[in-house]
């Protein structure tokens, strides 16, 4: 099963579920780390056009930003992975959101799944 194929029913139940955006984050970064332990994420993902997979004109370190968080990647993680501040992380992370109109970090590894970055 392709995880785009889970995570899609996952946010939609996470959103309904009455859980409040941390725990909701939670759960999601629970299930993504689990994903790479189980060895799931060396699929690789078909080759599209960058304009297919980036509509909402994402630079490319907030592809980067947005493939770690995807992945289940809170904010100090992604900070040290890509050397750059905590606070620099969280204002990508806005720029993602706004971007892509998302409103919260399961939506936005939803949106992520779908152009295949993880």
Same mark, same amino acid.
């Given at each position: 099963m392709e995880w785009e194929h889970f995570v899609t029913p996952l946010a939609g139940? +996470?959103?309904?579920?009455? +859980?409040?955006? $941390? $725990?909701? $984050?939670?759960?999601?970064?629970?299930?993504?780390?689990?994903?790479?332990?189980?060895?799931?994420?060396g699929q690789a993902a078909p080759l599209v056009s960058v304009f297919a997979v980036f509509p909402h004109q994402l630079t490319e370190r907030e592809r980067e930003v947005l493939r770690h968080l995807a992945m289940g990647k809170n904010n100090p993680e992604i900070a040290r992975e890509l050397f750059i501040s905590v606070n620099t992380v969280t204002r990508h992370i806005t720029n993602i959101f706004a971007k892509t109109s998302t409103t919260n970090r399961v939506q936005a590894a939803v949106y992520a799944a779908r152009r295949h970055l993880v």
């Open positions: 139940t +996470l959103d309904r579920s009455g +859980l409040n955006g $941390e $725990e909701k $984050e939670q759960a999601f970064s629970l299930l993504t780390r689990a994903r790479a332990r189980l060895g799931m994420d």
